[in-house]
């Protein structure tokens, strides 16, 4: 059987798509790779600068969590950053649509995303499994290592910059530096009386048993995405 025009088209589209995000993928794997060893270096050298100055309790460790997901504990903090393992393209209305390198060639706009978490680390530890965490963090990464990030703290390379600089050791340094420092000013708030005011023997008992009183840094408020975008 001939292929019609339609098929055609479909299989040019199979193959160009493919290809797109299979080198997108690439990229962001190798650059998550590479943020992982740039946690663990941070982790050692924070150690070291900070020897006989905390509490031997103050834990500064890096810990890999497979392919996809590594943390970096701070003291009562947990950055947790996973890659997704899909491609995304960005809705209509997001501000990238303005930005000349991505009209030139739409295929620009194709990215990986490795997002950044933080937690309280006692969440895991006491293993809270109903305690929040928070996107405090994304980098975006496109077929030509060009990138941008949307976070908390996060100055370096905007969405409009977006193009102008391929994602390397040193832009890295300055997102993880930003991540980690908003992290520590980032505190856990007292949660609204009101919303804790009533509870019953077996709502407490049960909570006690397996330490489920829900905590994050701000359970019971908004947690504003102003500076994101």
Known sequence: MENTPLRTTILET?????????KVYDHTFAVFNLLKEMLLEMASEMDDALEGQLDRRVRLEYRDRGKFEAQLQVSNDLLVFQMHTDVFQFPADHLLWQNPYVQADCENSYCGIINIYNFLSDSFKFNRNADEGYLIGRIFINRERRYFVEGKGQTEMRAMQFGEREIDREALIG?????????????LLTPPYEE?????????????DNSKFVTGKRLGYDFDVEDIG
């Open 14 to 22: 199979i193959v160009r798509k493919s290809n797109l995000k299979q």
């Open 175 to 187: 997102v993880l530096e930003s991540a980690v420092r908003f992290a520590l000013d980032f505190d």
């Open 196 to 208: 804790n005011k009533r509870v019953t023997v077996d709502q407490f008992n049960t909570k006690m």
